[in-house]
């Protein structure tokens, strides 16, 4: 199983942010963002900052695809 965050990409369009501006709000690092690009697993409290700084639910932002 593995981690997608396809979601979370089409949010950030969706809000006219990129992965910097979503770095900064969120207060994470950028080790964190490589790791979301690579679709690599990061910890639960990456997510929940990602989560508050957008306003939205982790189904949100990420899939786990088979």
């Known amino acids: 199983m593995s981690v997608s965050y396809d979601k979370l990409w089409k949010l950030l369009i969706d809000k006219k942010m990129n992965r910097t501006d979503l770095k900064n709000a969120a207060g ?4 964190v963002l490589a790791k979301m ?3 690599e697993a990061v910890s639960m409290e990456s997510m ?3 989560c508050k700084a957008l306003d ?8 786990l695809e088979k």
């Open 28 to 31: 994470i690092s950028f080790n």
């Open 56 to 63: 939205c639910d982790i189904s949100d932002v990420m899939e």
């Open 48 to 50: 929940l900052k990602v």
């Open 37 to 39: 690009g690579k679709g």
